[in-house]
């Protein structure tokens, strides 16, 4: 369970804003499941992520499917 303290870092902490642009139909299994892992579901859907290297390796995994911008 999160607390204020965790959350609050999170805010202080960089951000990325991701969508997913183009639809993971057709596209091979590591990069449907990498967009999943970024929580994405359905096309223009934004989620908010902390920017670490881990989100940094998985965006550049499946970088022709997702817009990312600097939140």
Same mark, same amino acid.
């Given at each position: &369970?999160?607390? !204020? !303290? ?5 805010? &202080?902490? !960089? ?6 642009? !183009? ?18 579901? #359905? ?5 908010? *992520?902390?920017?670490?290297? $881990?989100?940094?390796? &998985? *965006?550049?995994?499946?970088?022709? *499917?997702? #817009?990312? $911008? $600097?939140?």
């Amino acid at each position: &369970m999160a607390t !204020k !303290k965790d959350n609050a870092a999170l805010t &202080m902490a !960089k951000t990325v804003k991701v969508t997913l642009v !183009k639809s993971t139909f057709g596209q091979i299994h590591r990069h449907r499941a990498t967009v999943r892992g970024l929580g994405l579901r #359905r096309m223009h859907q934004t989620v908010v *992520l902390a920017d670490t290297p $881990e989100i940094r390796g &998985m *965006l550049n995994a499946s970088r022709h *499917l997702l #817009r990312v $911008e $600097e939140a």
